[in-house]
């Protein structure tokens, strides 16, 4: 039996008083993949604040397993101009992921490098670890700041637009990652995209993992419009609507 790990019961979120998001009730169990879709504006990265306690609820509350402590939670924020800048190399940026996991331990231990030497190599980054972060590209970038948040997560990871400006080729490897992270490692994943190939790929069934089932979709609209399974979705109204508009959109 899965148990829930994160979630929300009759939640709201807003700032300074407006209303942003409203009548979420929805939440993830282990193992689970969660695409978050919805037009831009719609409140996709104040739910994942607000999942992360950066936002507080205005209304309801966000369900959160008692299991869950600070370690176990990696995130990916959107991509900032300040990440560009980082004067360290991808070893060294990764590492940085293991800080919330230390405790009170003042160095980092052997177990931790050795994480990190595993994810570098999961994610294709192995021979360019000892590279300097600012001189890498796009790709590269987003892909040590995916495995940064990978060693940051125990049992979960919460990813804005993880594939947001790299090219189709690099995008698809990037979901083909991700689903072997949630399959091999039993991590559980809810990413926001607005790409409409990445939630096709990302909620699609795996047949190879024996546990594993569909992904599931939220689509938001200032409030929730679905939750439910990725088959269910692409029959619903705002599947279809949803899927409809952005195939219509790609060159
Ligand atoms: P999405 O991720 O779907 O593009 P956001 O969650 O970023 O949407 O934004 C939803 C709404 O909340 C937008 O109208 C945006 O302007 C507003 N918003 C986002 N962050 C803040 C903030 N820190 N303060 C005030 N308003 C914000």
Redesign the pocket.
């Known amino acids: 039996m899965n148990s829930v790990l994160l979630g929300c019961e009759a939640c709201s979120f807003g700032?300074?008083g407006?209303p942003?998001?409203s009548c979420l009730d929805f939440f993830v169990e282990e193992g689970d993949r969660l695409c978050v879709v919805?037009?831009?504006?719609?409140?996709?990265?104040?739910?994942l604040?607000g999942l992360l306690s950066l936002?507080p609820p205005s209304g309801g509350r966000v369900i959160k397993n008692p299991c869950l402590t600070a370690g176990d939670i990696g995130y990916l924020p959107q991509e900032t101009p300040l990440q560009k800048d980082f004067p360290a190399t991808v070893f060294e940026v990764v590492l940085s992921g293991r800080q919330n996991r230390r405790g009170f331990a003042p160095f980092y231990t052997k177990a931790d490098r050795a994480a990190v030497e595993e994810t570098l190599l999961m994610l294709g980054l192995g021979e360019m670890k000892q590279s300097c972060f600012r001189e890498l590209s796009g790709g590269q970038r987003r892909r040590t700041l995916l495995a940064r948040s990978l060693c940051a997560a125990g049992k979960i990871l919460l990813l804005?637009e993880p594939a947001s400006g790299l090219d189709p080729i690099i995008q698809a490897g990037l979901y083909e990652v991700l689903k072997r992270i949630n399959a091999e490692l039993r991590i559980t994943i809810i990413m926001?995209s607005?790409d409409i190939e990445g939630v096709l790929r990302f909620t699609a069934e795996d047949k190879s993992a024996s546990v594993n089932r569909g992904g599931k979709v939220l689509h938001?609209a200032g409030k929730q419009l679905f939750f439910g399974s990725a088959e269910n979705y692409r029959e619903s109204e705002a599947g279809k609507m949803f899927l409809g508009a952005h195939r219509h959109c790609e060159p």
Do not use: Q
């Open positions: 700032y300074d407006r942003v998001l919805g037009e831009n504006g719609s409140g996709k990265s104040t739910l604040k936002v804005d926001v607005h938001l």
